[in-house]
């Protein structure tokens, strides 16, 4: 599919089209990117695990209700104010990220954001071991896409929903959790994320592949450094 795609240049806000879609199919598309944005897909696995695991016997109802609230304002609000605080103040030229160059400051301030979270939850006993795993692969994704960020625009919807798709198989693994419908779900929505990107033009293929295997590789290294 790499042929139909012209060069990239900086300038350009988007890839030309080259495939026509039908309106609704580039509708829905969009409508998945922002439902699967990568600020929201930690959030998402964090609910998860609180709300569908059992990972979490000690926590009362509003214990996770304040730790949901956490993993919000550090996965989603902060990194959110610094992409508008970004455009506002000039840096970036779009809160949507088109550029390679547009993307390293949130990479770099969302890779803080991560590796904040990753260390409090790491030195604190009573968190589980599975969420210190999950935060560190997410710190790492972010890291990785800021060093390959110099030499292609890496996906960042495939980076996420490949350390979220990842995480959740090796948690049935962990604890022999019979999540088959959660695995399945996560599969799902990895393809129909990666096929929305494709379908906004926003990405040559080549780079949605390359997030995915970073984002799963990300989680994997966590894996081996935390259990």
């Known amino acids: 599919m790499d042929q139909f795609y012209?060069?990239?240049?900086e300038e350009k806000k988007e890839l030309p089209p080259a495939i026509s879609f039908h309106p609704f199919l580039r509708t829905s598309a969009r409508v998945i990117s922002v439902a699967f944005h990568p600020l929201f897909?930690?959030?998402?696995?964090?609910?998860?695990?609180?709300?569908?695991?059992?990972?979490?016997?000690?926590?009362?109802?509003?214990?996770k209700f304040v730790l949901l609230l956490r993993f919000i304002v550090m996965y989603t609000v902060f990194p959110?104010?610094?992409?508008?605080?970004a455009k506002g103040l000039g840096f970036i030229s779009s809160i949507?990220?088109?550029?390679?160059?547009?993307r390293i400051i949130p990479y770099i301030a969302c890779g803080t954001?991560?590796?904040?979270?990753?260390?409090?939850?790491?030195?604190?006993?009573?968190f589980p071991r599975t969420l210190v795993m999950f935060s560190l692969a997410v710190f790492i994704a972010?890291?990785?896409?800021?060093?390959?960020n110099s030499y292609l625009k890496i996906s960042m919807h495939a980076l996420s929903v490949g350390v979220?798709?990842?995480?959740?198989?090796?948690?049935?693994?962990?604890?022999?959790?019979?999540?088959?419908v959660f695995i399945s779900l996560a599969?799902?929505?990895?393809?129909?994320?990666?096929?929305?990107r494709l379908m906004n033009r926003d990405h040559y293929p080549s780079e949605i592949y390359t997030g995915l295997f970073v984002g799963i590789l990300s989680q994997i290294i966590a894996y081996w450094i935390v259990v």
């Open 6 to 9: 012209q060069p990239i240049a």
């Open 41 to 63: 897909i930690p959030v998402y696995v964090s609910a998860f695990l609180l709300y569908k695991t059992s990972v979490f016997p000690g926590f009362s109802p509003s214990d």
């Open 80 to 85: 959110l104010v610094t992409i508008l605080l």
């Open 96 to 102: 949507y990220l088109k550029t390679q160059k547009d």
């Open 113 to 126: 954001y991560y590796f904040w979270m990753w260390y409090v939850l790491r030195n604190q006993d009573e």
């Open 142 to 148: 972010s890291s990785a896409g800021l060093l390959l």
């Open 164 to 180: 979220a798709s990842t995480f959740i198989y090796l948690l049935s693994f962990l604890f022999e959790l019979n999540i088959g």
């Open 187 to 196: 599969i799902f929505i990895t393809g129909l994320v990666c096929t929305a």
